[in-house]
């Protein structure tokens, strides 16, 4: 991955007065925000409000498309690193880690692109049980409001009910 240089020595001398303030404002803010971001990866939302308190808008979104352009910030990894660790001993329904992202500060285009298509909540409900039972043992109570906590709803968490634990029947159930 190419970085730009972060230094002032890469503003030409031929800029009017206003542009060259704009471009060591946006220096200055690339300079601020890689600072804060360390080595740790934020979501561009988070930078961009980290931005807001020092800086104007368009001076802001000017320094949010030269950190994605550099690799300093990338919605897309974080959301889909997101989702692969949501997944067995973790899962969660497909509505819950859409909250999730939403409430880390994703952008919604890397949200949809991240979440899999094709994942369907009773089967995660099912892995996600039968992780749990293999490590402790869990009533068919405590696991639909373990399930429920997760995101599940309600006509996933029966079926999983009936299917892992024997003996349930549907008044069971249907007061659960």
Not at 32 to 37: K, R
Not at 40 to 48: F, G, H, T
Not at 88 to 103: D, I, N, P, T, V
Not at 136 to 144: E, I, P, R, S, Y
């Amino acid at each position: 991955m190419k970085m730009k240089k972060i230094s002032s020595d890469s503003i030409s001398d031929w800029l009017n007065p206003a542009d060259r303030e704009q471009e060591n404002q946006i220096q200055a803010g690339r300079i601020a925000a890689i600072t804060w971001l360390k080595l740790n990866r934020k979501p561009s939302l988070q930078v961009a409000a980290f931005l807001r308190r020092q800086y104007p808008e368009p001076i802001v979104e000017k320094i949010l498309h030269s950190l994605q352009e550099d690799g300093y910030i990338d919605d897309q990894a974080l959301a889909k690193r997101l989702v692969s660790q949501r997944r067995g001993y973790r899962a969660e329904s497909r509505a819950a880690l859409a909250a999730r992202m939403h409430q880390l500060g994703l952008e919604e285009k890397a949200i949809q692109a991240a979440l899999p298509e094709e994942q369907d909540d009773l089967d995660a409900a099912r892995e996600l049980i039968r992780s749990r039972q293999s490590r402790q043992v869990m009533d068919w109570q405590k696991a639909g409001r373990f399930l429920a906590r997760r995101g599940f709803n309600q006509e996933v968490i029966i079926q999983v009910l009936r299917e892992s634990f024997s003996g349930i029947d549907s008044r069971d159930t249907d007061q659960a």
